[in-house]
C-alpha cells in the first residue's frame, strides 16, 4: 500500500498547487494588473484611448478610420493614409483588420496603385500629382494609422476650408495647432491625428 499512500501525497500536493496558481494567476494577478490600469494616466488607454465628443464615443485616437463623404465633390473631411485592407485605391479600409500589404516597394501592383493613389489624390485636392506627399499614397504597417503628416494635413486644408465654408486660415490654424512633434525631440517625426483635426474643424463649423 505504499505507492497508493505515495500517490495520494502527490495528488494532494498537486491538487494545492493547482489552487495556489490558480489563486494567483487567476485571480491576484488579473486584480493587480487591473488596478495599475486604474492609476491616474493609465484609465484612458487601458480602455482603447477612446475619443469622445459631446458626451459621446466617436471613435479611439489609436485607429484610424477613414471617413467617406456623401457627396465626393463635397469632401468636408480630412482623410487617414490609405489602407491596404481597401477594395479601391483610397480606401475607405476595414478598421476591424490591421495590416499591410506585404508587398515589396518595386512591386508591380503596389507601384502600380501607388500611382492610382497619387491621380487620385492629386484630383481630389486640385493639386499637380508632384504635391502629393509619400504618407497620403502609402498604406501604413497596421492599415489603420491614426495619424498623418503636417504635409499631407495641409495639403487637405484648402479643400475642407471650403467645403465647410471655413476661413482656409482658420483651418490652418485648426492643423498647426494638432501637430506633434517628435518624442523627445529626436523619435519619430511630426504628425497629425486625423479624428482630432475632423472634430475640431467640426466644432468650428458649429460656432
Known amino acids: 500500500m505504499r505507492w497508493f499512500s505515495s500517490l495520494v501525497r502527490q495528488t494532494g500536493a498537486g491538487l494545492r498547487l493547482l489552487l495556489v496558481l490558480t489563486v494567483v494567476t487567476g485571480v491576484l494577478y488579473p486584480l493587480a494588473v487591473w488596478g495599475v490600469s486604474r492609476a491616474p494616466g493609465l484609465v484612458g488607454k487601458a480602455e482603447g484611448s477612446v475619443v469622445r465628443a459631446g458626451g459621446r464615443p466617436v471613435g479611439s485616437a489609436l485607429i484610424g478610420v477613414d471617413l467617406t463623404a456623401a457627396d465626393p465633390a463635397h469632401d468636408p473631411w480630412f482623410h487617414t493614409r490609405p489602407s491596404a485592407s481597401a477594395n479601391d485605391p483610397l480606401g475607405p479600409g476595414d478598421p476591424s483588420t490591421s495590416g499591410g500589404s506585404n508587398l515589396a516597394a518595386d512591386n508591380a501592383k503596389l507601384v502600380d496603385l501607388v500611382r492610382k493613389r ?27 494609422d491614426p495619424d498623418i503628416s ?25 492643423v498647426d495647432g494638432h501637430v ?3 518624442v523627445l525631440g529626436v523619435l519619430g517625426e511630426p504628425a497629425v491625428n486625423v479624428l482630432d483635426l475632423n472634430l475640431a474643424v467640426r466644432q468650428a463649423v458649429q460656432h
Open 180 to 182: 506633434r512633434g517628435r
Open 150 to 174: 503636417p504635409a499631407y494635413a495641409d495639403l487637405q486644408v484648402a479643400r475642407v476650408a471650403r467645403v465647410n465654408g471655413l476661413p482656409e486660415q482658420v483651418v490652418r490654424q485648426i
Open 118 to 144: 497619387r491621380a487620385a489624390i492629386a484630383d481630389r485636392e486640385g493639386v499637380p500629382e508632384a504635391a502629393v506627399p509619400v504618407d497620403a499614397v502609402t498604406a501604413s504597417a497596421s492599415g489603420v
